[in-house]
């Protein structure tokens, strides 16, 4: 019997997907001002409509902060909806000083939940509904669950269910936060992470002082990338605008402690990973070219063979390699994609492998390599691939050892 016998006669059973229907709406992601953030949330490029996000993290990691900077920068007129169950009225005027656009969102402190789990769902379907929010932020399922009557974590997956059908047929994404214990461990049950779309989980190190944020879980997009999040006296910055804000700068020494810190950063985000996080190793490439060009400047207006000092950046394909005539940079998002705990140790051209071996002993040192090897090809009489070149590099690599360490 042929296939399109048997479906004929199995109505219901089996489909193509190119029968399924699904409204536009999904393929119409929200878009923020910031570009980091929509690649961390879908393929598409922004948040999915629909799509329910659990985010956790220890205390004290930014979720919140994260959640209503995330909503804020939608680019959409209609507001976002902050149910907050966590904060004072003077914790969420503090956050509208320091969160531009909170003072957009509307903001629900009524604890329908509390009076019972009927009153919560004719929010939902009535006012909520009719406002036809651009996002919802539930702040946070815990402190809703530990009000509610009955277990604490079957409450946890009621809310959880009922949020989910709400975002489904709504078509409203919902960020919802969830505590972990400063171990790390989710305080409730693990089946909501299978239950959501995605899982959102925020760090921080305490070192560094640096927070990052990553997917454990993605229906929508993918899950290996970590992204940074800064929280400090002048502002909160997610990924490069930290770095884009001081662009205007040519300290060497103001660069020098900016590439160094994203050169830790990149080296953490390398720990325990099997790949080079590709928007880590951006930046960093990124911020070590700056520095490099900068520090560099005299010798290259003298010296370089590039027809202006300006570098240009690109990320295309799966070669790293200099243009040194335009002064063209490519570090292609493929070849560091190839780069591993294992097959780090085969990168380089053989004459070149004993002195990578000399400053190299892992994955991350290689990547930072790769970048210094490229630069140097912008200087006179160092194109070619011979062993006087990488003495060369390698003779850069010292000089900046401080930065590099």
Same mark, same amino acid.
């Given at each position: 019997?042929?296939?399109?016998?048997?479906?004929?006669?199995?109505?219901?059973?089996?489909?193509?997907?190119?029968?399924?229907?699904?409204?536009?709406?999904?393929?119409?992601?929200?878009?923020?001002?910031?570009?980091?953030?929509?690649?961390?949330?879908?393929?598409?490029?922004?948040?999915?409509?629909?799509?329910?996000?659990?985010?956790?993290?220890?205390?004290?990691?930014? @979720?919140?902060?994260?959640?209503?900077?995330?909503?804020?920068?939608?680019?959409?007129?209609?507001?976002?909806?902050?149910?907050?169950?966590?904060?004072?009225?003077?914790?969420?005027?503090?956050?509208?000083?320091?969160?531009?656009?909170?003072?957009?969102?509307?903001?629900?402190?009524?604890?329908?939940? =509390?009076?019972?789990?009927?009153?919560?769902?004719?929010?939902?379907?009535?006012?909520?509904?009719?406002?036809?929010?651009?996002?919802?932020?539930?702040?946070?399922?815990?402190?809703?669950?530990?009000?509610?009557?009955?277990?604490?974590?079957?409450?946890?997956?009621?809310?959880?269910?009922?949020?989910?059908?709400?975002? @489904?047929?709504?078509?409203?994404?919902?960020?919802?936060?969830?505590?972990?214990? =400063?171990?790390?461990?989710?305080?409730?049950?693990?089946?909501?992470?299978?239950?959501?779309?995605?899982?959102?989980?925020?760090?921080?190190?305490?070192?560094?002082?640096?927070?990052?944020?990553?997917?454990?879980?993605?229906?929508?997009?993918?899950?290996?990338?970590?992204?940074?999040?800064?929280?400090?006296?002048?502002?909160?910055?997610?990924?490069?605008?930290?770095?884009?804000?001081?662009?205007?700068?040519?300290?060497?020494?103001?660069?020098?402690?900016?590439?160094?810190?994203?050169?830790?950063?990149?080296?953490?985000?390398?720990?325990?990973?099997?790949?080079?996080?590709?928007?880590?190793?951006?930046?960093?490439?990124?911020?070590?070219?700056?520095?490099?060009?900068?520090?560099?400047?005299?010798?290259?207006?003298?010296?370089?063979?590039?027809?202006?000092?300006?570098? =240009?950046?690109?990320?295309?394909?799966?070669?790293?390699?200099?243009?040194?005539?335009?002064?063209?940079?490519?570090?292609?998002?493929?070849?560091?994609?190839?780069?591993?705990?294992?097959?780090?140790?085969?990168?380089?051209?053989?004459?070149?492998?004993?002195?990578?071996?000399?400053?190299?002993?892992?994955?991350?040192?290689?990547?930072?390599?790769?970048?210094?090897?490229?630069?140097?090809?912008?200087?006179?009489?160092?194109?070619?691939?011979?062993?006087?070149?990488?003495?060369?590099?390698?003779?850069?690599?010292?000089?900046?050892?401080?930065?590099?360490?």
């Amino acid at each position: 019997m042929s296939v399109k016998n048997i479906i004929k006669n199995n109505p219901g059973i089996f489909k193509w997907v190119n029968d399924i229907k699904v409204p536009d709406i999904l393929f119409r992601p929200l878009k923020t001002d910031c570009p980091e953030i929509d690649k961390a949330f879908s393929e598409m490029g922004g948040i999915t409509p629909s799509c329910m996000v659990l985010m956790t993290g220890t205390p004290g990691s930014g @979720k919140t902060t994260l959640a209503a900077s995330i909503a804020s920068r939608l680019k959409d007129p209609r507001p976002a909806v902050f149910l907050s169950f966590e904060m004072s009225d003077f914790q969420l005027k503090l956050c509208a000083k320091k969160i531009p656009g909170f003072d957009k969102m509307l903001i629900v402190t009524h604890e329908f939940h =509390k009076e019972s789990k009927d009153a919560f769902l004719n929010f939902l379907n009535g006012p909520l509904r009719n406002i036809n929010p651009s996002m919802v932020i539930v702040d946070s399922l815990q402190k809703m669950a530990g009000v509610m009557g009955g277990s604490n974590n079957n409450n946890q997956c009621w809310i959880t269910d009922k949020l989910t059908a709400w975002a @489904k047929e709504s078509y409203v994404p919902v960020l919802m936060i969830g505590h972990c214990t =400063k171990g790390g461990d989710y305080k409730g049950p693990t089946t909501i992470k299978h239950e959501v779309d995605a899982h959102l989980h925020l760090s921080i190190d305490k070192e560094l002082q640096e927070r990052v944020f990553s997917f454990s879980k993605n229906r929508f997009g993918g899950c290996s990338d970590q992204t940074v999040f800064r929280i400090n006296g002048q502002g909160i910055f997610i990924g490069n605008e930290y770095w884009e804000g001081a662009e205007g700068e040519t300290d060497t020494d103001e660069l020098g402690i900016r590439v160094k810190e994203t050169i830790a950063n990149f080296k953490l985000a390398c720990k325990g990973k099997d790949h080079i996080p590709t928007q880590m190793m951006r930046t960093m490439g990124t911020e070590l070219l700056k520095y490099l060009s900068e520090k560099y400047r005299p010798e290259l207006l003298v010296n370089g063979v590039a027809k202006k000092a300006d570098l =240009k950046i690109t990320y295309k394909g799966k070669r790293a390699y200099c243009s040194p005539g335009s002064a063209r940079i490519n570090l292609g998002d493929g070849f560091f994609k190839k780069i591993n705990n294992q097959t780090w140790k085969g990168v380089g051209y053989s004459a070149e492998k004993p002195i990578i071996r000399k400053h190299c002993k892992n994955k991350a040192d290689l990547a930072v390599w790769v970048v210094i090897h490229e630069f140097c090809h912008l200087f006179k009489g160092r194109q070619k691939h011979v062993k006087a070149f990488y003495n060369f590099v390698s003779r850069t690599w010292t000089e900046n050892k401080g930065v590099l360490a």
